[in-house]
Nanobody
């Protein structure tokens, strides 16, 4: 019974910060690449940031580069997304996801690459 449990969402003004957390259970955490995805009303789900099982490789979508930081803590089986300088366009439901990573040459960050998903946590950045 794999479970990804998210927390840390909320409502903030433009320019504010939030830190999202995702705690994984039912899997061997260090065998899985992890990612954060988001979906706004009327838009497709997109990969925001992803991190390899070792933590050595990361990917960020261009719109969040320099503002968001993804990290993981193996001792806590937890994934984080630090979000700074938030903009109204960041408003979305944010999802944590995982896939078993075999290759260390790259980390995938497409919706179709991920097997396990959390329930989502809402992030709202007011105008």
């Amino acid at each position: 019974q794999v479970q990804l449990l998210e927390s840390g969402g909320g409502s903030v003004p433009p320019g504010g910060s939030l830190r999202l957390s995702c705690t994984a259970s039912g899997l061997t955490f260090d065998d899985y690449a992890m990612g954060w995805f988001r979906q706004a009303p009327g838009k497709e789900r997109e990969g925001v940031a992803c991190i390899s099982r070792s933590g050595g490789l990361t990917y960020y979508t261009s719109s969040v580069k320099g503002r968001f930081t993804i990290s993981r803590d193996s001792a806590k089986n937890t994934l984080y997304l630090q979000m700074n300088s938030l903009k109204p366009e960041d408003t979305a439901m944010y999802y944590c996801a995982a896939y078993r990573q075999l290759s260390l040459l790259s980390v995938q960050c497409g919706v179709g690459d991920y097997k396990y998903w959390g329930q989502g946590t809402q992030v709202t950045v007011s105008s």
